[in-house]
């Protein structure tokens, strides 16, 4: 691949004339950042389809994901093809700057949060890897909502993503596919992103199904005056991709939702075969396995399981001992959590809704399981432990274990409790399935390209740029965690960042916020077990000592959240409220001298985490122990050198492992103690014990911060203090862990007052990080689980 600033320049004028009648200069931004995306996908499109006709032939895997949370495309596309800085001069000779144009692109959020953003990094790591992974998904018209905040409540808005122009993906008509539904027939047609590898010519495929009408019109029913029966059929068929579902880590039992999960993976299913057809003379189906490895992004694929026995049986007419053996040298499955509530369970009548087919082979790989635990000698109640069918309902992971080649969780203590708790049965069974693969996420968009100042610095302190591709020489900064000079310069990056998050948040907020204070950090989705509400409790405890006493803090501290609630999530929504509360009254009590200011910035995303990682001085990673699978923003903060406030828990353990429990700071009861406590657990002695705590949780009740009559503050009080529903009070023990939080708070301010001494703390986390980069564990899934070389 090879793209010169001649070509660039051609490109960027045909475009400009060929969409927009304009010369390229009398374009609008957004109309220049159309220009030269399209210049991109022209320059690269024929290495493209020379490379998807040669990797046809070749053993390939495919993550089947429900979500891709891609963020934006341009910058990283330039990057990983190597003409970042060539298109940045071409743009300031033109008197543009990149950074605006980059600006004009809507983020694709066809995710979450973690599990989604994993995909994406999954993605560009295999490509960069040189691995044939390819991404297969859904197209949702409308991704994951919009937040704002309405008098301090989240309030929602729709993401019209791709209304104005999606350059990234082309539509190809003819690999449409029809999906047969009990009561429905629709058309897949997919939509291509090409992944580009770093600097390696690589171009991998994201495959992404949109629904549509079989029949977009029905001419007849518009002759007699029925307008809309006339489109019913093409309102209906599109519904199906219409909007993500909003939910993270809780499951949502509504037929719309596993009718798009079994539309993705039937219409991937069908794609593979057809083209394994296309491809080689092998009608028994007998190398299928040799070619194909199928990675299920927790449990929304399962239904593929299903189907893939449904295509070889009925159409393929293999039998179905081959075809069911055949599904279990194909399918991985990969448990992101050990959440009830997140656990998916489908009652029969939603399944034969969607499939009656689908059903009766599920029904039929019951058999088997049934048979085989039998003949491994065990007993009756153990084996209905294990059954996919259980009181009318089908459970997606047991499904997903019993036919899968292999079983992973996200991190090492994730996959000990899997194994040794939530799965003990299933190990104990199949124990050789089960493996770990502790997360990643790829440096090159969360240090490369989002924070181009600390990569420079560390392409000169190395005196080469060979981490970016080989991040294990990252390793090599250790030898500057000594060195005057190189810390000193090195802070000096982390304050630039710091005044540009500063500006993003006077933008935005409003709020001045000192660049020289504290920032301290959480960003990521609401959710109870994360437990924001133990850091908004900590400040109203903060703000209290310091209404007695100024001084009581020597350092200035800002506080930082970013999250989205799962719009019927009232509990999460409650703590919104709260924070945004606690914000409104610190900021603006002159009595505290602006010794601490609080910030909830809206609307958390892939693009604005970009722009907070390489800000943030305490990386807040703070769930309940046991809770938290793995975790990957905590990556990302450290690998801009962020110091981790944290639990013993998800990945944070290996964090603290990796760049020492000295370079980080470690807080709370571990899983293990946890249990001990958990029968006796009494939040309400805590509360009565300690006047502080005590003031923090009656804020809630007392007026000092007000939810305006929506009881949600009562809510919250009451989450903390009562059982109820057959809850335990303080399900996420936020008052047992206050006293520890508290205390590690306390040694934030030590640590940052010492500015050498942090420097180095903060050197060392990156200089440490190399194994969280996601090309880490792409490998490991590549060697172990995919059996896929490298074409690198
Ligand atoms: C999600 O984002 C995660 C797990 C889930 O079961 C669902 Cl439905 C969504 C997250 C985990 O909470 C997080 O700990 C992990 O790092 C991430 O998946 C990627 O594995």
Same mark, same amino acid.
């Given at each position: ?247 993270? %880590? ?297 209404? %007695? ?29 709260? +924070? ?47 809770? %938290? ?15 981790? +406030? ?15 429990? %000295? ?27 300690? +006047? ?101």
């Amino acid at each position: 691949m090879d793209i010169t600033k001649d070509k660039l320049l051609e490109k960027l004028e045909f475009f400009s004339n060929f969409k927009f009648n304009k010369n390229y200069n009398d374009l609008t931004k957004e109309e220049k950042f159309v220009a030269i995306t399209d210049s991109i996908m022209a320059l690269t499109s024929k290495d493209w389809t020379d490379q998807l006709g040669k990797k046809a032939r070749q053993r390939k895997a495919y993550y089947f994901s429900a979500e891709f949370l891609i963020g934006r495309s341009l910058g990283n596309n330039l990057l990983n093809l190597g003409i970042y800085d060539l298109v940045n001069s071409i743009l300031e000779e033109k008197g543009d700057r990149i950074k605006d144009i980059e600006n004009e692109e809507e983020d694709a959020a066809l995710g979450n949060g973690g599990l989604g953003r994993l995909a994406a990094c999954f993605l560009e790591s295999a490509a960069s890897q040189g691995f044939n992974l390819d991404g297969y998904g859904i197209r949702y018209s409308e991704g994951l909502f919009k937040q704002f905040f309405k008098d301090g409540f989240q309030a929602e808005e729709g993401d019209d993503w791709s209304s104005f122009y999606n350059p990234w993906s082309k539509r190809i008509v003819s690999d449409e596919k029809i999906i047969k539904f009990k009561n429905q027939t629709v058309k897949a047609c997919p939509y291509d992103m090409p992944i580009f590898g770093y600097k390696n010519g690589q171009i991998n495929r994201l495959r992404l199904w949109q629904a549509e009408a079989v029949n977009e019109f029905d001419f007849n029913r518009f002759n007699n005056f029925d307008y809309d029966g006339a489109v019913r059929e093409k309102n209906e068929a599109e519904d199906l991709t219409r909007v993500l579902y909003p939910n993270d %880590e809780r499951r949502e039992g509504k037929l719309l939702r596993i009718k798009q999960q079994y539309f993705f993976v039937s219409a991937s299913l069908q794609d593979i075969v057809s083209n394994y057809k296309k491809n080689f003379d092998d009608k028994e189906f007998k190398h299928f396995h040799e070619y194909v490895s199928i990675q299920l992004n927790d449990t929304h694929p399962v239904i593929g399981i299903p189907e893939l026995i449904r295509i070889l049986l009925d159409e393929e007419k293999i039998s179905f001992e081959d075809s069911f053996n055949i599904a279990r040298k194909i399918f991985n499955f990969t448990n992101h959590t050990i959440l009830r509530e997140a656990m998916e369970v489908w009652s029969v009548d939603l399944i034969d809704e969607t499939s009656p087919r689908v059903l009766e082979i599920i029904q039929m790989i019951e058999q088997r399981l049934v048979e085989e635990l039998y003949n491994k000698g065990f007993k009756e109640e153990e084996i209905n432990f294990l059954r996919i069918v259980k009181d009318d309902s089908i459970h997606m992971a047991n499904l997903a274990i019993f036919v899968s080649n292999k079983v992973n969780g996200v991190a090492e203590l994730h996959t000990n409790i899997l194994k040794n708790e939530t799965l003990k049965d299933w190990y104990g069974a199949y124990p050789y399935k089960f493996t770990n693969k502790t997360n990643g996420v790829t440096q090159r968009r969360w240090l490369i390209y989002s924070n181009m100042e600390l990569s420079d610095f560390i392409d000169r302190k190395l005196g080469s740029n060979e981490w970016r591709e080989d991040f294990s020489k990252i390793k090599e900064l250790e030898k500057f965690a000594e060195d005057e000079p190189s810390i000193r310069e090195f802070l000096e990056i982390r304050k630039k960042k710091k005044i540009e998050l500063t500006e993003i948040i006077k933008e935005t907020t409003g709020i001045d916020v000192d660049p020289n204070s504290i920032f301290d950090v959480q960003v990521k989705r609401l959710h109870e077990y994360k437990r924001q509400l133990l850091n908004a409790l900590h400040i109203v405890y903060l703000y209290h000592r310091l209404k %007695e006493d100024k001084n009581f803090i020597s350092e200035k501290r800002t506080f930082i959240f970013g999250a989205k609630a799962a719009p019927a999530y009232f509990r999460a929504k409650a703590v919104i409220k709260f +924070i945004n509360e606690i914000a409104r009254v610190i900021n603006n009590d002159k009595d505290i001298d602006g010794k601490i200011k609080v910030v909830f910035l809206e609307n958390f995303r892939v693009s604005l985490g970009e722009k907070i990682y390489p800000a943030c001085d305490f990386s807040e990673q703070i769930s309940t122990a046991g809770k %938290e699978a793995s975790g990957t923003g905590n990556m990302k903060f450290m690998m801009n050198g962020a110091i981790t +406030i944290g639990t013993y828990d998800g990945a944070n353990v290996e964090i603290f492992e990796k760049a020492g429990e %000295e370079n980080n700071i470690r807080f709370g009861k571990t899983v293990e103690e946890l249990m001990e406590i958990k029968p006796n657990y009494d939040p309400y002695k805590i509360y009565q014990e300690d +006047i502080y705590i005590k003031n923090a949780l009656d804020s809630l009740m007392s007026g000092e911060f007000k939810d305006n009559e929506s009881y949600m503050f009562l809510d919250i009080y009451n989450s903390l203090l009562k059982s109820e529903g057959g809850d335990r009070a303080d399900r996420y023990f936020v008052l047992e862990d206050f006293e520890s939080y508290r205390k590690a708070q306390e040694k934030i301010s030590e640590v940052y007052k010492d500015e050498m001494r942090f420097g180095k703390m903060c050197l060392l986390n990156i200089a440490n990080s190399a194994y969280f980069s996601s090309d880490r564990t792409i490998r490991e899934y590549a060697e172990e689980i995919w059996k896929l070389e490298s074409h690198n």
